[in-house]
């Protein structure tokens, strides 16, 4: 058995293509079956990463000039600016981000929340009221009707912590063609 174990690592150490691809699919293997499995576990998630597929927690231009343009929605509903700023992420998140989830945490105004909804995937949303719950994309002119009102407590995957910058776009990439053109690349 040592033996075959040696021949096997030899021959994945080959630079061959039927190496490298039984290389891709051991580790395609240990990505689904290991890691991810170990993460939900340790997160309490059962989406540990998350990868941004929108634009709808964007900031386009500085916080600064981000706050100017969308503090009208937010004082009206008592968010100040210094509170804001504050939040965590409050600089939003672009498409194409890796985003890490913890599903052990308690949820407070500000936090970016993943939750399920009526929709083809969880949306990632920052909160904006705690009673009820309530959600808002950083980028999105107002709330997606329904959606983000009211949210059940037990439709919440956990809220993201930090964020890997466009690493993302590694899986991305292969999707983006079987997306509407104004849903493709980077966002605007």
């Not at 990868?51 to 937010?74: D, I, L, P, R, T």
């Not at 890796?98 to 105004?109: C, L, N």
């Not at 466009?166 to 079987?178: A, D, N, Q, S, V």
Request: charged fraction near 20%.
């Amino acid at each position: 058995m040592k033996e075959q174990l040696k021949k096997f690592w030899k021959f994945l150490k080959q630079d061959t293509w039927s190496s490298w691809l039984v290389s891709l699919v051991l580790m395609i293997i240990l990505i689904k079956f290991v890691i991810f499995p170990t993460l939900t576990l340790i997160t309490g998630s059962s989406l540990p990463l998350v990868v941004v597929e929108s634009c709808s927690m964007y900031h386009e231009v500085s916080f600064e000039s981000w706050w100017n343009s969308n503090a009208g929605w937010y004082e009206q509903r008592r968010i100040e600016k210094e509170e804001f700023t504050s939040y965590p992420l409050k600089n939003g998140l672009n498409k194409g981000d890796i985003v890490f989830v913890w599903g052990y945490a308690a949820y407070k105004q500000g936090d970016i929340i993943i939750f399920t909804a009526p929709t083809k995937y969880p949306l990632i949303h920052r909160i904006v009221s705690e009673l009820p719950l309530e959600t808002k994309g950083d980028h999105n002119p107002d709330q997606i009707a329904q959606l983000e009102k009211n949210i059940d407590t037990n439709t919440v995957l956990g809220k993201a912590v930090f964020r890997i910058p466009l690493l993302g776009w590694i899986k991305l990439i292969f999707f983006e063609p079987f997306k509407t053109p104004d849903q493709r690349g980077f966002c605007r």
